[in-house]
């Protein structure tokens, strides 16, 4: 199950979605056969091999192949790794559905390879287009600082976060995080949380990491993390649960 905060809304009561619609969701990005792949290189960045792949139907996503870059399997993994602790987190309002499929290779014709196919966010502005941090939506701001502590975030000065464009507040989405879980946080949007002294994480994201630590990591994140890297989460999820504050 996923917890999506509707911050335009009311950030206290979250939209909740049910495992079914989650498959849904999923499924929608592994199963429509795919009409055109080109190299993502749209608007506020994009210089990286990313592909927007479109869908029979008219849906798109990116794509990631595992052949593609340096570490690419480890990235692409992680890229899906991050979809599922955003939803276990109680924070899947803020990282678009993620899957990972075999598609045709990019690199080598003919041969095929593992992408990670992640949904597009609609009507988006990337950084350094997007609005600037203090006319977003404060308690996105506070939802994405929580996560990229969760998941130690290391790629996320300047980048690797979009505003949807006519939100207001402005509505944040987070993405690409293939060099997620360093040693360390490297968030704008952490520091930003942590300049205003100790500050307490959202009750149902609280209350999500509680749930996940009793069912913890779950099966699928055994297998797409190093153990290292799960046993240090599984350290910070902790101390969120039992402070209730962002450390
Ligand atoms: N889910 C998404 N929804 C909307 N736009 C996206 C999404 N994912 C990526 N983009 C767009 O594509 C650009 C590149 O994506 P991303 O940062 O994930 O890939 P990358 O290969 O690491 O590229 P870069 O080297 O530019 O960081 C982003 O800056 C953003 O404009
Ligand atoms: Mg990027």
Known sequence: MGLFSDSLKNPEHPVVV????VAALE????????LHAYRNGGRGGGAGPSIVLVFAGGGCAVAKFEDQVA???????????????ACRAGLGHLVAVTVLRELES????GAHALASVQSVW???EAVPLSIPLDQVDPHDVLCAATFDYVVHATDR????????????????????HGHAWGDGVSSDLYDRVKSQGPVPIPDHVKESCEQWLG?????ELAELLEPPKLDAMH????????SGVLP
């Not at 049910?18 to 619609?21: N, P």
């Open 71 to 85: 570490n690419g399997t480890m990235m692409i993994r992680q890229e899906r790794a991050a979809w599922l602790v």
């Open 106 to 109: 990019q690199q080598t014709p």
């Open 235 to 242: 350290i910070r999820v902790t101390s969120l649960v039992d």
């Open 122 to 124: 609609p009507n988006c």
């Open 27 to 34: 499924s929608a990005l592994r199963e429509p056969p795919i």
């Open 157 to 176: 000065r300047g980048n690797n976060w979009v505003t949807l464009t006519g939100t207001q507040p402005g509505q944040l989405k987070l993405i690409d």
């Open 18 to 21: 049910s495992d079914a619609v």
């Open 215 to 219: 069912t913890w990591p779950g099966e």
